[in-house]
């Protein structure tokens, strides 16, 4: 059996960076696609289709969110078994996880495609949007099965530290995206349709360059129609991992909404500010992500070899090395931010007010960095149910507590966004204790001659 990046053994270091290097480019990418698609809308169609477009966002990450989760479940089973060396065991994850993903897909497109509407009608989108918005995401919600298909796709490359052939895929997926954007609403004025159909189409090229590839790998991860055949078994450890993290992302998103319903209460000047601040924000916290799926899969890995010394030695080099890029990247973003800023806007006051938040975000960013190492290195282990818990509460709970009761007493800038670093200290800290907890167990089995 041929592994493509065996991280059981080798220099943790480096085979981190190559590892993380990929994902990076990867998020960047996709950034920069959706960016330039929503440029084209304001361009081609109209100020309308563009707010329609964004007034989707919410229910779109939503769903995004749920099924990343449910594609680590994938990614961490199947680098398990590539950690046993256990050839059969992997191919049954690869079918079971692409099988989950197609009827999951149907299933959640089909309910999307009834619940368009409704969902746009409790979100408030007004109602000279709700027309195209309820349009573009019924065509989304029919793509559901080829975006879902994907991830988990990418999650099998991930698994076996193949990572730069999902970044090949996007990059295609997202050149063409762009190009079809142009053709659909420049060219041909489908409008909002043009745009969800473009993306559905660029979605299916990814998936099947992604497939294509798959097909042809060597026998361990090699994807055939034959085998989608689930296993019962392998079924059950993917939604256990991946049931808790992608619920606990859609709840993220919610809390994320509320936060956004309090910055909207601070006037029109905060709302530019914040959302020009979070635009630069958003590239600096890719790295943390990016080191968290690293550790995932590379512990996921070693607990399958049953190397527990070189998994806490992947945790505490991801977690100094991360830290300390993302409070060096960072502080050198804050510092540069007056000038970065202004190419958002010119008017002194958003700078301020922006300013004032990224002084509690960005300064503060390698507590988030730490909080996500932690979940990542839990998840590698498999255990994902603790991790959302504390992650439910200590994030999301402390910070709809802080916007419904502290936030109105003392409705400022500095009291809002002072519970993000708050909330990242006491959940980075609850996972760590956990983490810890979980290798004193490994000692104690492990001197018993016994698995965790």
Not at 14 to 33: E, G
Not at 218 to 242: H, Q, T, V
Not at 372 to 387: A, C, E
Request: net charge positive.
């Amino acid at each position: 059996m041929k592994i493509r990046t065996d991280f059981t053994e080798g220099h943790i270091l480096r085979q981190l960076i190559v590892f993380i290097l990929p994902l990076i480019a990867t998020t960047v990418l996709q950034q920069l696609f959706n960016t330039a698609d929503m440029i084209i809308v304001r361009w081609f169609v109209s100020d309308t289709a563009y707010a329609a477009v964004g007034s989707t966002g919410t229910i779109v990450g939503l769903f995004i969110e749920l099924f990343l989760g449910f594609s680590i479940g994938a990614n961490v089973t199947i680098a398990k078994f590539v950690g046993e060396k256990n050839a059969e065991q992997i191919s049954k994850g690869v079918h079971t996880a692409l099988t989950l993903a197609l009827f999951g897909g149907l299933l959640f497109g089909g309910i999307g495609l009834l619940a368009a509407e409704p969902l746009l009608r409790i979100t408030k989108v007004p109602p000279e949007l709700l027309a195209e918005a309820t349009l573009y995401l019924k065509i989304y919600f029919i793509g559901l099965p080829i975006y879902l298909l994907y991830n988990f796709a990418a999650a099998v490359f991930r698994s076996v530290g193949k990572n730069r052939i999902p970044l090949f895929c996007l990059t295609v997926g997202g050149v063409l995206n762009v190009a079809l954007n142009l053709l659909f609403t420049a060219v041909w004025h489908l409008g909002v349709a043009g745009v969800a159909l473009a993306t559905v189409l660029s979605n299916a090229v990814s998936l099947c360059l992604l497939v294509g590839i798959l097909s042809c790998e060597s026998e361990d991860i090699r994807f055939s129609f034959r085998k989608c055949k689930p296993d019962g078994r392998i079924l059950r450890s993917i939604l256990r991992i991946g049931l808790p993290s992608g619920l606990l992302g859609s709840v993220f998103s919610i809390s994320n909404l509320c936060m956004q319903t309090a910055i909207n209460s601070l006037g029109t000047k905060m709302i530019a500010a914040s959302s020009s601040a979070s635009n630069i924000e958003i590239y600096v916290q890719y790295p943390g992500n990016a080191f968290a799926q690293a550790c995932t899969t590379m512990i996921g890995q070693c607990y399958g070899a049953r190397k527990w010394q070189r998994c806490k030695k992947i945790f505490f080099t991801a977690l100094s090395v991360c830290m300390g890029t993302t409070l060096l990247i960072s502080s050198g973003v804050y510092f540069s931010a007056p000038v970065i800023l202004r190419i958002f806007t010119d008017d002194p006051e958003v700078i301020s007010l922006a300013l004032e938040r990224m002084r509690f975000t960005l300064l503060c960013k390698c507590l988030q960095s730490a909080m996500d190492i932690s979940v990542g290195v839990t998840q590698g282990y498999g255990k994902t149910t603790v991790p959302a818990i504390f992650s439910l509460v200590g994030a999301c709970g402390l910070r709809l507590l802080w916007i419904f009761s502290i936030f109105p007493c003392h409705p400022t800038v500095t009291v809002l966004f002072m519970i993000y670093p708050i909330t990242w200290l006491i959940t980075s800290t609850a996972n760590l204790i956990y983490y810890f907890f979980i290798q004193h167990r490994i000692t104690n089995l492990k001197a018993q001659g016994a698995a965790l």
